[in-house]
């Protein structure tokens, strides 16, 4: 590795290789990443531009004219021809004639996933927040994603319900893709009562409702969000797993989304509470975005990694990690279960034992 690292490392070797025949393909596409990532944070600010501006929403699905464009947002024709022509070089956007756009592939995909418009706006603030990486890992900044997840700290005291509204609304929204995910790599036969814990506005629950009917549905959350839940078919419980035991009488209880926001200790803590919560035989279900462990991965590991961090709180795992920390809570029978976009979410299924230990 060492002499292959000189090597690619060296530049003689880089022109080298552009040119060779059996070379060309590899140096070409390496080069082209390299390239991506160097620029990659243009690419991110080009999107979030397209949706400050509505872009896609004002193009639909038809097509738009530069100046038409340039009127509704007050931006001076010529920039938003630029706009328009970077969202093209990214899929965005596709021209449809001279200073004539319409959606991309992309562009048109991401208007079809639910909650990702509001995601990519949140962006702003992660954005500030990674502006000086080596300060952020330092803990020499204040960074705002720590503020607007305020439950995270566990401040249960919260209670401006605009705040509530606004993180559980992003959180809701987002959460559709998860429960696709998670819903896809799980079988619930055989579960009578659920228990999502930190289980949000419900989302999650409501899901599972469509899935699987015969399932009564159980959510326990902090009295701040649960006071927005307004679904009859559910079962509410307001506590904080920190402080308060876990309602009981449940076979099956899920955390979705709800480990990575957490350290190891607080972890431990809520998996021992689940697994006394839980009758033997009973099962758990853990799904959220999973770090890499020996095979790191941009989702996992960089995306998640960086986002936790500056929320000054929590850690993704890998798959193994949370086997771990589940078999050291008592949990046996762990799955790992395979999920079609890992980036969304990974899935753990595991069950306390019979007899129990
Ligand atoms: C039909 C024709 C003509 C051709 C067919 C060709 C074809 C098959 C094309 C494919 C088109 C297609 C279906 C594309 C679909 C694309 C999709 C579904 C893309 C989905 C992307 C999802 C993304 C990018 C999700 C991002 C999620 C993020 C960033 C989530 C962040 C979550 C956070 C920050 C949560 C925070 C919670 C906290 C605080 C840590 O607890
Ligand atoms: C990242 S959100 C996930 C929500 C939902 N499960 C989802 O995937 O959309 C984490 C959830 O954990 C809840 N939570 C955080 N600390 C909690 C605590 N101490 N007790 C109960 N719930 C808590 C939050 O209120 C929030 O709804």
């Not at 899920?254 to 035989?281: E, F, K, M």
């Not at 020996?294 to 795992?317: I, S, V």
Request: glycine share 8%; hydrophobic share 40%; charged share 20%.
């Amino acid at each position: 590795m060492r002499w292959r690292n000189r090597t690619i490392a060296s530049a003689d070797f880089q022109s080298w290789a552009i040119s060779n025949p059996l070379t060309r393909r590899i140096a070409r596409r390496d080069a082209a990443r390299v390239y991506d990532l160097v620029s990659g944070f243009v690419y991110s600010q080009t999107l979030l531009a397209c949706v400050q501006l509505d872009l896609f929403s004002r193009i639909g699905e038809g097509t738009a004219e530069i100046g038409q464009l340039a009127r509704s947002t007050d931006i001076p024709p010529e920039r938003m021809e630029r706009l328009c022509q970077a969202a093209a070089a990214l899929d965005l956007l596709e021209r449809a004639g001279t200073r004539r756009y319409r959606l991309g592939r992309l562009g048109a995909a991401i208007c079809g996933v639910p909650g990702l418009d509001d995601m990519i706006r949140h962006h702003a603030m992660f954005y500030r927040d990674i502006a000086d990486p080596v300060a952020l890992m330092r803990g020499e900044t204040a960074p705002e994603l720590a503020q607007f997840w305020p439950y995270v700290f566990g401040q249960s005291g919260v209670t401006d319900q605009s705040v509530a509204q606004t993180y559980s609304g992003l959180m809701t929204s987002s959460q559709t893709l998860v429960s696709e995910e998670t819903l896809r790599a799980i079988d619930l036969s055989g579960v009578q009562r659920l228990l999502d814990v930190g289980g949000g506005t419900g989302a999650f629950l409501k899901a599972v409702g469509q899935s699987w009917p015969g399932v009564e549905r159980h959510l326990f959350d902090l009295p701040h969000v649960v006071a927005t839940v307004g679904d009859p078919d559910l079962t509410v419980h307001s506590g904080s797993f920190r402080d308060d035991p876990l309602p009981r009488g449940h076979d099956a209880c899920s955390l979705i989304r709800v480990l990575y926001d957490h350290d190891d200790d607080t972890v431990r803590a809520l998996l021992a509470q689940c697994h006394d919560a839980l009758p033997p035989g009973g099962r758990i279900l853990v799904s959220e975005p999973m770090a890499g462990g020996e095979h790191p991965n941009k989702a996992g590991d960089a995306y998640f990694g960086f986002y936790t961090l500056a929320m000054t709180t929590g850690r993704p795992r890998s798959a193994a990690r949370h086997s771990e920390l589940l078999a050291e809570a008592g949990f046996a029978s762990i799955e790992i279960l395979r999920t079609a976009r890992p980036f969304i979410t990974g899935v753990i299924t595991a069950r306390r034992p019979k007899a129990s230990i």
